[in-house]
């Protein structure tokens, strides 16, 4: 059995039981599975925290990540609290008057993230200064259970603050998030993944090359034309991940440059670089011999005390390794116990690790072109909510309220800025606009508006999501959608 390395686990645990769930409330059903008092719980979500742990450095701020939670607030009577920084305030409207997050159960800290000056992009460290300035607001969150996506510093003292409680140290979380510490995972638990290698350092680049090399050989994997994906420790949506085919030297030049630029995108101590910055090197599903993917699929789960809740599988879509949007409709379902059945030895093991919280494993599904045999391979963990599960907590909503199936997409936009930007996204969707029972609990909802930064060609970043009964009728209003969106950005 694995050495804890500071983690909560106990070899002699008691193995979890094994749940289903749904989203359909949002935080509220989170906080069940986590076996936590929904009303004294307190939600944060952000993927950038204060912190100096080269793990979680990212080449870019997503500023506005914070407001993704939103789409699965608490949607109960009552419930956990959420806490947001700046929202669009017609946005926040919209969301309040259909019912997808009452404003009820959230604080808004009307603050814009300041890259340059503390508490930068951190949602906890904006809530630090926002309560220490309203004191009144400590004795209305005291006590609270504070659940962060990442956990970092500013959490400790959050609750040290609130007298509350997280589920675990900042220490603890982080190794969750690392491709490297899972990959290692594996190898004192058992669970399916792809053939691959991890090491330290781009000076071991070359010795790394070798070694899989030779797996691939023992495996008797064509390695002469094997496609290999070179990823980062921690990374948002992909970035970061190259991918190249063979066990040349030229490969190995270009994969090192690619290393260095992408390191000195994050400002990484060369030191670091060279001898501890934590890779993996992996083999492409298709690589193996006779089997083509079928399906990625992010597999979310909470995992509690006692328990793991599967909540559904959210399919994912992906250009050179680069997350692009997401989907669930009748083709991806078809594969959800495949996917689940791959996730759980993963989810188990984690949980005998110390891990508690919410996990996305980002699983791949491959069928033997002879057998027609499929297999699912754990490739990616995401120890935190993702750009899936909106979409999921959107959907389940959809079919508790409407009492029928419902299928839906999920995807970003660059759209024209406007004085009266709200009301211009609103005239993109037109009468495709979800509006709650006026709608049957489908239509375009628009989720996440960045009215702050301006893209290139004076463009604002929106992300949407868009349910109906056929996962047609969605892909049909979101064409219509975006042909508005086109036909503005080009007039």
């Known amino acids: 059995m694995m050495h804890c390395n500071n983690h909560t686990c106990n070899p002699l645990q008691k193995q979890p039981t094994v749940n289903r769930g749904t989203l359909s409330k949002g935080l509220y059903d989170v906080a069940l599975f986590l076996g936590l008092k929904p009303e004294k719980t307190l939600f944060i979500h952000s993927t950038v925290v204060n912190d100096n742990k080269w793990s979680r450095k990212l080449f870019y701020k997503p500023s506005f990540s914070h407001s993704e939670i939103l789409s699965f607030?608490?949607?109960?009577?009552?419930?956990?609290?959420?806490?947001?920084?700046?929202?669009?305030?017609?946005?926040?409207?919209?969301?309040?008057?259909?019912?997808?997050?009452?404003?009820?159960?959230?604080?808004?800290?009307?603050?814009?993230?300041?890259?340059?000056?503390?508490?930068?992009?951190?949602?906890?460290?904006?809530?630090?200064?926002?309560?220490?300035?309203?004191?009144?607001?400590?004795?209305?969150?005291?006590?609270?259970?504070?659940?962060?996506?990442?956990?970092?510093?500013?959490?400790?003292?959050?609750?040290?603050?609130?007298?509350?409680?997280?589920?675990?140290?900042?220490?603890?979380?982080?190794?969750?998030?690392?491709?490297?510490?899972?990959?290692?995972?594996?190898?004192?638990?058992?669970?399916?993944?792809?053939?691959?290698?991890?090491?330290?350092?781009?000076?071991?680049?070359?010795?790394?090359?070798?070694?899989?090399?030779?797996?691939?050989?023992?495996?008797?994997?064509?390695?002469?034309?094997?496609?290999?994906?070179?990823?980062?420790?921690?990374?948002?949506?992909?970035?970061?991940?190259?991918?190249?085919?063979?066990?040349?030297?030229?490969?190995?030049?270009?994969?090192?440059?690619?290393?260095?630029?992408?390191?000195?995108?994050?400002?990484?101590?060369?030191?670091?670089?060279?001898?501890?910055?934590?890779?993996?090197?992996?083999?492409?599903?298709?690589?193996?011999?006779?089997?083509?993917?079928?399906?990625?699929?992010?597999?979310?789960?909470?995992?509690?005390?006692?328990?793991?809740?599967?909540?559904?599988?959210?399919?994912?879509?992906?250009?050179?390794?680069?997350?692009?949007?997401?989907?669930?409709?009748?083709?991806?379902?078809?594969?959800?116990?495949?996917?689940?059945?791959?996730?759980?030895?993963?989810?188990?093991?984690?949980?005998?690790?110390?891990?508690?919280?919410?996990?996305t494993i980002d699983v791949l599904l491959s069928k033997n072109l002879l057998s027609q045999e499929v297999t699912g391979y754990n490739i990616d963990p995401n120890a935190r909510f993702t750009a899936g599960t909106p979409l999921l907590s959107l959907i389940h909503h959809s079919r508790e309220m409407s009492g029928q199936n419902r299928y839906g997409l999920s995807y970003s936009n660059a759209v024209k800025n406007s004085p009266h930007l709200f009301n211009q996204i609103l005239s993109y969707c037109g009468d495709h606009l979800y509006k709650g029972a006026q709608s049957n609990y489908c239509g375009i909802i628009p989720i996440i508006l960045n009215d702050v930064t301006t893209m290139e060609g004076n463009k604002k970043y929106l992300r949407t999501v868009v349910i109906d009964e056929t996962i047609e009728a969605a892909s049909e209003k979101y064409d219509s959608f975006k042909s508005r969106i086109l036909k503005d950005l080009s007039g």
Not at 219 to 233: G, N, Y
Not at 264 to 289: A, G
């Open 73 to 359: 607030m608490t949607r109960s009577p009552e419930g956990p609290k959420g806490i947001v920084l700046h929202v669009n305030h017609a946005l926040l409207n919209y969301l309040d008057q259909f019912g997808i997050a009452p404003k009820n159960h959230y604080y808004l800290i009307d603050q814009i993230p300041n890259r340059n000056q503390y508490p930068y992009f951190s949602v906890s460290g904006h809530l630090l200064n926002h309560l220490k300035e309203n004191p009144e607001m400590i004795s209305s969150l005291e006590g609270f259970h504070v659940v962060t996506s990442y956990l970092s510093e500013d959490d400790l003292k959050l609750v040290d603050l609130l007298s509350g409680r997280l589920l675990m140290s900042p220490e603890q979380q982080v190794p969750f998030n690392s491709k490297y510490y899972f990959r290692n995972l594996d190898s004192h638990y058992s669970f399916n993944m792809l053939p691959g290698v991890t090491f330290k350092g781009l000076s071991r680049l070359d010795l790394a090359m070798k070694q899989l090399k030779q797996i691939l050989i023992d495996k008797k994997i064509p390695w002469q034309t094997a496609k290999i994906w070179c990823k980062f420790e921690s990374q948002t949506s992909g970035n970061g991940s190259k991918c190249f085919t063979g066990f040349t030297s030229e490969n190995v030049l270009a994969l090192s440059e690619h290393i260095l630029a992408f390191s000195d995108q994050l400002e990484m101590d060369f030191n670091y670089l060279t001898y501890d910055l934590p890779l993996v090197l992996e083999l492409d599903v298709e690589s193996l011999p006779n089997e083509v993917q079928v399906c990625n699929l992010g597999v979310e789960a909470v995992v509690g005390e006692n328990s793991i809740t599967f909540v559904g599988c959210v399919r994912q879509e992906s250009r050179q390794g680069k997350y692009v949007g997401s989907l669930i409709d009748p083709y991806s379902e078809t594969f959800t116990s495949i996917a689940e059945e791959t996730a759980q030895p993963f989810l188990e093991a984690i949980h005998q690790e110390g891990y508690r919280g919410f996990m």
